[in-house]
């Protein structure tokens, strides 16, 4: 069977022992839409162009065309099915072991009744995460207070030496020292809007090492993948800087971990989008103690934050 493969966060949901969505799709295991699926090739390629800068700006044009055209079809809520390629024609080795299958004329013992050969052995399950994604895919209150959003004042921007797409940013967030960021933003948030704001900061993340610098955080933003619109998370001007993010109703978590692991950061990232033009989890406002952190103008209602 023949699918194409999503790797990581949106695709972690789907296949968290790790197979492959196709493995999943094609067993029958996994039951996604054309638009669900459309939605993960597309994250995928965000992911890969923001983070990584590994993407060229073809591929995620063509993610993005790709899933426009798919949720104006009349058939997206139809299911993904795959679809098998011819048989592959027996090589030399698959000959040989046909041959040494059949019973020999020289009357030697067939080759069929030999003892089947020791099965390779199983890889070891990987050692538990911080805490499990349920079943489903989808973000508890409990996975969200394991991460550590802060409000960050940005010092300073500049785009990294020898590259169109990456923003080597240095925050302040109540720190002895500074944050260092490396953000895929440069073609879509000019300096000028970074530089002297507040942004809504992730800093409990691996630290990631981009284009050979290391970013020690990262910077939220709203993304729509109809239009390809990314503006940045906007906190309250009044927010203390260094002040941590919370959902309306509860209040600051004392449950934040050192450092998250994908098993919990990829669903609670999956369930932070635009509602009512604010951010939210699962649909619940993202706040500090002056008020709600709000997307910016213009986003569309559902744009995913990541």
């Given at each position: 069977?023949?699918f ?42 965000r ?117 169109d ?33 507040k ?22 933003c ?26 309306e ?28 033009g ?29």
């Open positions: 069977v023949q194409p493969t999503i790797s990581g966060g949106d695709a972690g949901r789907w296949c968290p022992d790790g197979k492959g969505l196709g493995h999943h799709i094609a067993s029958g295991s996994v039951q996604l839409t054309k638009l669900e699926y459309a939605k993960l090739k597309l994250a995928d390629a992911r890969k162009f923001w983070w990584y800068g590994i993407c060229a700006d073809a591929e995620l044009d063509a993610a993005r065309a790709h899933y426009k055209k798919v949720s104006e079809s009349p058939d997206r809520d139809s299911p993904v099915e795959a679809t098998t390629s011819a048989p592959a024609k027996p090589g030399k080795a698959q000959n040989q072991n046909q041959k040494q299958g059949s019973k020999p004329k020289d009357g030697k013992k067939d080759a069929s009744k030999a003892k089947p050969a020791k099965e390779a052995a199983k890889p070891k399950p990987k050692p538990a995460n911080n805490a499990p994604p349920p079943a489903d895919g989808s973000a508890t209150v409990e996975m969200f207070e394991k991460t550590l959003f802060k409000v960050a004042h940005v010092i300073s921007a500049a785009p990294v030496e020898n590259s797409k990456l923003y080597l940013c240095q925050l302040e967030v109540g720190e002895d020292k500074p944050r260092q960021v490396v953000t895929g933003l440069q073609k879509h948030v000019a300096v000028n809007e970074l530089e002297g704001h942004v809504m900061l992730i800093l409990n993340l691996k630290t990631a090492r981009l284009a050979g610098i290391n970013s020690e955080a990262m910077i939220m709203s993304d729509d993948p109809k239009t390809g619109v990314v503006k940045l998370v906007v906190p309250p001007q009044s927010a203390a800087i260094g002040e941590q993010v919370f959902l109703g509860g209040e600051a978590s004392t449950s934040t971990v050192k450092q998250l692991k994908s098993a919990v950061w990829d669903p609670v990232k999956a369930a932070l989008f635009v509602k009512g604010a951010a939210t989890f699962n649909g619940t406002p993202l706040r500090v103690a002056s008020g709600p952190v709000m997307a910016a103008a213009g986003v569309d209602e559902g744009a995913p934050i990541k």
